[in-house]
């Protein structure tokens, strides 16, 4: 049986029995970079390769150094910013009953220990819920529609903004409490 040199669906050289292009196979199948995993958890799907990153808490140090930031950064900016406030809102009470010094930074590495140790928990029911959402709204293509966010995370900009929209907040109670001092 002789193979074809270039490839029936676009024009590139073959390689014995596929194409190093497109994917397109001599038997008239196509290998995907996506697999199909019929077992697979509707999670398991959205999330893609950070699935077992998330599920086993495997990204410690990320979730210790960003903080309430982790949920814009797979987002969920809302949350994120909610959770940023609350922390600024604890570390506020904390400075003004406290002060600068050690009990303060002893709550910082404790909240963000308590971020550590909660944070995909939180993150996994929140995705959860999305996925029911999603079930709900496209019964017929949900998978098709999990697969496509496949784990993709918030971009930049995304971030910018979130930390934007915080330091308007923050800079806004500040001056609140400044003026509240002097006065």
Same mark, same amino acid.
């Given at each position: !049986? ?11 050289? #073959? ?9 397109? #196979? ?52 809302? &949350?994120? @910013?909610?959770?940023? @406030? ?24 404790? !909240? ?8 995909? !928990?939180?993150? #996994? ?17 949900? &998978? ?21 929209? &915080? ?7 500040? #001056? ?6 002097? !006065?």
């Amino acid at each position: !049986m002789a193979y074809p040199k270039n490839c029936p669906k676009c024009g590139r050289p #073959m390689h014995s029995f596929w194409c190093l292009h497109c994917g397109y #196979m001599v038997n008239g199948k196509v290998i995907t970079k996506e697999s199909k995993n019929p077992s697979a958890s509707d999670l398991e799907i959205y999330l893609g390769d950070r699935f077992d990153t998330v599920c086993y808490n495997e990204n410690k140090v990320f979730v210790f150094l960003t903080g309430p930031f982790y949920f814009c950064f797979n987002r969920f900016n809302l &949350l994120g @910013i909610c959770a940023a @406030i609350g922390d600024f809102l604890l570390y506020a009470l904390a400075y003004y009953s406290w002060g600068i010094g050690l009990k303060l930074l002893i709550l910082f590495i404790l !909240m963000r220990i308590i971020y550590v140790t909660v944070a995909n !928990m939180v993150y #996994m029911k929140v995705l959860n819920k999305k996925i029911e959402k999603i079930k709900e709204k496209n019964p017929d293509n949900y &998978l098709d529609i999990l697969r496509d966010a496949n784990g993709k995370t918030v971009s930049l900009l995304d971030l910018v903004v979130s930390a934007l929209i &915080l330091a308007v907040i923050f800079l806004v109670v500040f #001056m609140i409490l400044r003026r509240d001092i002097f !006065m």
